[in-house]
């Protein structure tokens, strides 16, 4: 019986071996390999324009920290034919793509403030959306400022647009679509909160938070068939969340662990590293994981997820230590966000059905 065993793998390996040979020598057999790669490649998650349900990806929970597994800010949300992408940080577009998730039908970008890590990939979103057949000026909301870092944008990218025009004609990149459309929402003070956008059973809202000092800073809210998504932004602990985020089915909160920054402070303390400073500023405008759990009780949210990790997680253990004390407060209903993390929340339920798309 051993040696049939042994026979039979034995033959297993020299037919592993014979196929690889003919595919590592021959061009045809390559070809036909990567045909086959290209399209199971191609295509998409078209599941994600259901318009029965609110639908939120995570295209970016990282920060300005460098992080292999985790690209900047970035978010998406597609409900009843809009799709909208909540902040535009590095690597949210290799990320979109990746997922195989449709732009072309880019409703806006929503910025909750101008941070590098929240806007360094607009670009990127605004090509792609154009490519993928956005054919009007792209929108992004924005506070007061939002004009400027568009018109920068504009300016940088204008010979580029030019270039794609010139090479693939403007019937297939419409001249309008490398325009952007700056739209300044303008919240008074931290008691009002003001309707963004509400067209087709999507309402959008923006309030204020709290990241002096970047001033003002908001969290977004969308609303879709009862259904709802908030997003808090970058903000320290704010009780604007519990107010405009009240009874929310996900609430989408940053987190930095101020018990671990203090750790990388001291080593480069220890290294005589002038970054030290930076580590010890940064926890001042930011949330602790538990203090965002704290936010997501008030508020009476179904399900928190924590975005925008500080400091990088590698492994099993640091993701123990970052979520240190959240137990205590808030036991279940926790998540902690990655890229890729797809939330489906159907209309006409509580449900809330979590796909991983890597
Ligand atoms: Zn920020
Ligand atoms: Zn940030």
């Known amino acids: 019986m051993k040696r049939v065993v042994a026979a039979g793998l034995a033959g297993v390996v020299v037919l592993a071996a014979i196929l690889w040979a003919v595919v590592w020598f021959s061009p ?52 009843g034919g809009k799709v909208f992408v909540v902040d535009s940080g590095l690597g949210g577009w290799d990320r979109l793509a990746r ?6 039908g880019l409703t806006g970008i929503l910025l909750t403030h101008f941070h590098s890590d929240h806007i360094s990939g607009i670009p990127d979103i605004a090509l792609n959306s154009w490519a993928s057949g956005r054919r009007e000026a792209l929108t992004v909301y924005g506070p007061p400022g939002v004009e400027t870092v568009v018109a920068g944008f504009d300016l940088a ?9 010139a090479h ?6 419409a001249e309008e679509g490398a325009d952007y459309q700056p739209v300044v929402v303008d919240v008074p003070d931290r008691n009002t909160s003001v309707v963004v956008f509400d067209e087709g059973g999507v309402k959008v809202t923006a309030f204020r938070v709290s990241h002096e000092p970047v001033d003002p800073a908001y969290g977004y809210r969308i609303d879709y068939k009862g259904r709802s998504v908030v ?3 970058d903000t320290k602990r704010d009780a604007n969340i519990a107010t405009f985020g009240k009874d929310a089915d996900v609430l989408i909160h940053e987190a930095l662990a101020a018990h671990m920054v203090g750790m990388l402070e001291e080593g480069l303390e220890h290294q005589g590293d002038r970054r030290a400073k930076v580590m010890h500023d940064i926890p001042d405008y930011h949330a602790t994981p538990v203090q965002a759990a704290e936010s997501a009780n008030e508020a009476g949210v179904s399900l928190l997820v924590y975005t925008h990790i500080v400091p990088r997680l590698p492994n099993a253990i ?6 240190r004390g959240v137990a205590d407060v808030r036991g279940e209903r926790v998540l902690l ?11 006409g339920s509580e449900e809330i059905v979590e796909h991983d798309l890597r």
């Open 318 to 323: 640091a993701e123990r230590v970052f979520l």
């Open 337 to 347: 966000g990655y890229d890729g993390l797809y939330l489906e929340l159907p209309a």
């Open 28 to 79: 045809s057999a390559q070809d036909a390999l990567m045909r086959r790669v290209v399209a199971a490649n191609i295509g998409g998650n078209e599941a994600v324009l259901n318009e029965d349900a609110l639908h939120v990806v995570l295209c970016g929970t990282g920060s300005p920290m460098p992080d292999p597994d985790r690209a900047q800010a970035c978010a998406i949300v597609y409900a």
């Open 157 to 165: 990218y204008s010979l580029d647009d030019g270039y794609r025009i």
């Open 99 to 104: 997922f195989q998730l449709p732009v072309g």
């Open 168 to 173: 693939h004609g403007p019937d297939f990149f």
């Open 231 to 233: 997003f808090s932004g």
